[in-house]
């Protein structure tokens, strides 16, 4: 079975090259035409033969395309608007059959006419997509002066990401609502934040917003080391249960993340190390492990409050029985053990990679103790490579007109990098 699909670009009828009208042209009675009513109206001229069939859940098409090549169907036409393989079922496609089953036939995408209907270069914007994604996963990326084109869905409405706006104090924003691109009734019209947010106007649920973010200051941070007091924690601001600044950017270098890492933050508390490790790294899965009822709702809410549901899986259990259930980590950062370090440090070991990477964090004499033996095995077993060091931070304070720095409680932090 042999699947073609047809980029249907930005227009109320597509417009098809010769080879995309040809695949049409050579469908028989029992091949299938895949795509929304919308999109099967756009392509109704080209249709003379061939089953219609509406697009099910992503969760449902495997079944789908099984069931109809038991039929005899030897070719199906997915239709897909735009570009297939920018946000598009094309890159499902690639996942679940072989690249000589699927053939594409790109078009233009309403990015790009929306670019080109306001004159903005495409190599200057950066592409968002919250279409079937939680509404604060923008959050991570509202910075001053960054012009963000994003592709959205009835949860992702403009007067919504104009309060998203407002909230991380960028009110000041344009916003540009491109509506029903390469329709008759095409629109484009422009808003402040601040006046969009408390709109009751309707749009086209066929829209692209550009988002010219101000050069206003962000709630949301846009270089590494969030303060602390932006988190949610069980003190009062700034204390509590995380991981202060100065240590966390520490860690994030021992750890050094990359595309596609999973992470193990074991004790995780209110999310200082793991929040932040998803805020950087979008594209590697942190699970952050917590049981202290408290901070688990503190971590919650800075899942929410930094914007990375997507990325950062909460993992509400006692280590190290949850862990079982977890996928294999290939980066591990060990912040609170509860009792159970020797336990936590042998099962973080034995399940990481050649290469991979164990962070410890120690405070008290007995926890340093601990971590102390596990890195004289290491050397007896040569199959690490050892860094550590001790951090004590101190920090600037008034008392009485006078300025005078307060020490921290020192930290000490070691590096296991596994070789085989």
């Keep these: 079975m042999q699947i073609h699909v047809i980029g249907l670009g930005v227009n109320e009828q597509a417009n098809l090259d010769a080879k995309a009208q040809s695949v049409f042209a050579s469908l028989g009675e029992q091949d299938v035409i895949l795509g929304s009513p919308r999109q099967q109206e756009t392509v109704a001229e080209y249709v003379t033969s061939g089953q219609r069939k509406v697009l099910p859940k992503l969760s449902q098409l ?4 099984d069931q109809w090549q038991s039929q005899g169907t030897n070719t199906v036409v997915v239709l897909a608007s735009g570009d297939p393989l920018f946000y598009g079922i094309g890159t499902w496609l690639v996942k ?6 699927v053939i594409f036939y790109p078009n233009v995408s309403s990015v790009q006419v929306a670019c080109h209907r306001l004159g903005m270069s495409l190599q200057q914007v950066q592409v968002v997509s919250v279409h079937g994604r939680p509404l604060p996963s923008l959050r991570r990326h509202l910075q001053a002066n960054k012009t963000l084109i994003l592709l959205t869905d009835g949860q992702s409405h403009p007067a919504a990401i104009a309060q998203e706006c407002v909230q991380a104090g960028l009110d000041k924003s344009r916003i540009t ?26 749009f086209d649920p066929l829209n692209v917003v550009v988002l ?6 962000s709630l949301y941070p846009a270089s590494v080391g969030i303060a602390d007091a932006l988190f949610v924690t069980d003190k009062e601001e700034g204390k509590g249960m995380i991981t202060k600044r100065e240590v966390r950017l520490m860690i994030l270098s021992y750890l050094q993340l990359a595309a596609k890492d999973v992470v193990w933050d074991i004790g995780a508390g209110c999310g200082g190390v793991s929040v932040e490790l998803a805020y950087w790294h979008p594209d590697a899965d942190i699970y952050a492990v917590e049981h202290h009822d408290v901070r688990w709702a503190c971590l919650q809410a800075n899942q929410q409050k930094f914007g990375v549901m997507q990325n950062l899986h909460l993992v509400n259990g006692r280590a190290p029985d949850i862990l079982k259930d977890l996928p294999t980590p290939n980066k591990v950062f060990i912040g609170g053990s509860d009792g159970e370090l020797d336990a936590l440090l042998n099962q973080a070991w034995s ?3 050649e290469n991979g990477v164990l962070v410890v964090s120690a405070v008290t004499e007995d926890t340093k103790w601990q971590v102390s033996a596990f890195a004289k095995q290491r ?5 690490a490579h050892q860094t550590s060091i001790e951090m004590a931070v101190s920090k600037a304070q008034s008392l009485a007109g006078q300025t005078l720095y307060r020490p921290n409680l020192p930290v000490t932090l070691w590096q296991f990098v596994k070789r085989l």
């Design 62 to 65: 495997s079944a789908e395309f």
């Design 96 to 101: 679940h059959f072989a690249t000589n089953k």
């Design 177 to 202: 609502v491109c509506e029903a691109l390469g329709y008759p009734h095409e629109k484009i019209t422009s808003f402040a934040a601040d006046e969009l947010s408390q709109s009751q106007q309707t």
């Design 351 to 353: 399940l990481l990679p």
């Design 212 to 217: 010219e973010i101000s050069a206003q200051t």
């Design 379 to 383: 050397e007896q077993a040569q199959d």
